[in-house]
């Protein structure tokens, strides 16, 4: 089973702050994601990485950055943390290019005061 | 807004059937795909459909239609366990190909 694990299940930050958001994936998947999740807005995607050093932006960048320096693990940063980035990140990975199945990690919820 | 549409919440009793419609607002997509996602876990993959026609897996199955930009996954023999949030989504041709775009999801609450 493919497992993709985020290293945080929560955290709590102050406005300002640089937060990192680790992501590791152990099934050797080319391609990994961060999404954010909100209440009535389903899963949107922050930005996106289809191989090493590699990434596209997604729907919603804007104050985010991302990191890919080895295949297995992609982090999400926010420069500067603010209340509106307060939501549920998704990371996830999956196999080629296409439609291969997304396989999530369990969520990291980040409050932003 | 959301170019994918679908009812936020479906109640039904155990043993019932529900049909979960999933509607895309402009013409041609990659296929669809199903989620799964549990109060506090994580989103888990369902089903993909393709082409036209009905998917059938276990108690649940998925229907497309990309002429109507219509889908819709049916749970039948509803069990407890099956309350949960169900997510369609779909890739754009327009859209880089790592583009999967996201219904907001359907709420099921399964009833004794």
């Known amino acids: 089973d493919v497992k993709v694990t985020q290293s945080s299940r929560y955290l709590v930050k102050r406005t300002g702050e640089k937060v990192f958001l680790e992501c590791v994936q152990d099934m050797d998947h080319e391609n990994m994601f961060w999404y954010r999740q909100d209440p009535g807005l389903g899963l949107r995607l922050i930005y996106f990485s289809y191989d090493v050093k590699m990434k596209e932006k997604g729907d919603i960048p804007e104050g985010y950055s991302v990191s890919r320096e080895k295949k297995e693990r992609f982090s999400l940063i926010l420069e500067s943390a603010s209340t509106n980035q307060t939501s549920m990140y998704l990371c996830?990975?999956?196999f080629g290019r296409g439609n291969s199945p997304l396989h999530f990690g369990n969520g990291t919820r980040l409050t932003v005061t | 807004g959301q170019s994918l549409e679908q009812p936020s919440e479906v109640t039904a009793v155990e043993g019932a059937i529900v049909q979960i419609n999933c509607t895309y607002q402009?013409?041609?997509?990659?296929?669809l795909s199903w989620y799964q996602q549990h109060d506090g876990g994580a989103p888990t993959f369902l089903s993909y459909n393709a082409l036209d026609g009905l998917e059938e897996t276990g108690r649940f199955s998925s229907f497309l239609s990309r002429s109507d930009s219509y889908g819709y996954l049916l749970l039948q023999e509803l069990q407890m366990k099956d309350s949960a949030s169900y997510f369609c989504?779909?890739?754009?041709?327009?859209?880089?190909?790592?583009?999967?775009?996201f219904g907001a999801g359907t709420q099921v609450v399964v009833t004794p």
């Open positions: 996830a990975s999956s």
């Open positions: 989504a779909v890739r754009r041709p327009t859209d880089s190909w790592g583009k999967f775009q």
């Open positions: 402009t013409s041609g997509f990659y296929g």
